[in-house]
């Protein structure tokens, strides 16, 4: 059982730090968010969460109002699986909602495939912009010797697609389909007639195609963080293959819609 709630004590926020150091493995780089930080704004009222299981804090999320009547999630990290992360989206939505808010905004990798399921499928979020090398370099664990890219993602919180997920119901749409079936390149069953792969995963490269299409599918690699490690030459292929294919559609309109079979973003043009 995962227990979530604000926090108020710096020993707490000591412990937020140290499990998002235990993730990211910062070393001499500067942590997204210090510990005095931290207490400043939840003294001010922002938002900093931990989440428990079984007494221990095994998560942590701190974000602060944006212009919009909005709360900027700027950085969350938890345990992986067991539902923590979950269970702190769904804590920062309801605090959004006491409090008014409309909506909650937050960035993530584009190449990171389980954090694209997670946010674009299980929460119904959906990117709203892309932002090429946005925090500059990074030279932590995770993110060292890769360009920043990120997607500006917005989580219409009163949205009944949300409120569907939030209660743990189906949802039925480009972001539930099921697994990509037969060679790659070929869409998965249940979109649109006439969808095409704009960048498909072929052999573990990114191969770009067509994008006339009213729904086009833009594939991610299925490990980017170790990709990183193993073969750096590939995985910069990806990254900027994704921020031509994927940014430039954003960029002239096209709305991301889903994320299916677990490798793809969805885009239309609405």
């Known amino acids: 059982m995962v227990e979530v709630r604000e926090l108020h004590e710096m020993a707490e926020f ?7 150091d235990d993730i990211w493995h910062f070393g ?16 001010a009222g922002g938002y900093v969460a931990g989440a428990f299981e079984r007494g221990r804090l ?5 974000g602060f109002l944006a212009v ?15 539902g923590i992360g979950f269970a ?3 804590h920062q939505r309801r605090w959004a909602l006491e409090r008014g808010l409309e909506r909650i905004t937050w960035t993530y990798d584009p190449l990171m495939r389980r954090n694209a399921h997670f946010n674009l499928a299980k929460l119904g979020a959906r990117p709203s912009e892309y932002l090429p090398c946005f925090y500059g370099v990074m030279d932590d664990a995770i993110n060292r010797g890769d360009e920043s890219d ?6 219409p919180l009163s949205d009944p697609r949300v409120e569907a997920l939030a209660r743990r119901e189906p949802h039925v749409g480009a972001s539930a389909r099921r697994e990509p079936r037969g060679p790659d390149g070929v869409p998965p069953d249940g979109l649109p007639p006439g969808t095409v792969v704009a960048l498909a995963d072929v052999g573990g ?6 994008v006339d299409a009213g729904t086009v599918l833009v594939a991610v690699p299925a490990d980017i963080a170790g990709l990183r490690d193993a073969d750096p030459g590939t995985a910069k292929a990806w990254r900027h293959a994704v921020r031509d294919v994927l940014g ?8 991301v819609t889903g994320f299916c079979g677990k490798s793809y973003y969805v885009v239309e043009r609405l």
């Open 14 to 20: 000591e412990q937020v730090g140290a499990v998002f």
């Open 28 to 43: 001499t780089s500067a942590p997204p968010i210090t510990i005095e930080l931290m207490r400043a704004l939840a003294h």
């Open 58 to 62: 095994v998560g942590g999320s701190v």
């Open 68 to 82: 919009g009547n909005a709360l900027h999630s700027h950085v969350t990290g938890t345990a992986a699986g067991r």
């Open 88 to 90: 702190l989206k769904l």
């Open 150 to 155: 990120r997607l500006l993602t917005v989580w």
């Open 205 to 210: 490269r990114p191969v770009a195609g067509p």
């Open 248 to 255: 430039g559609l954003m960029a002239e309109g096209r709305a």
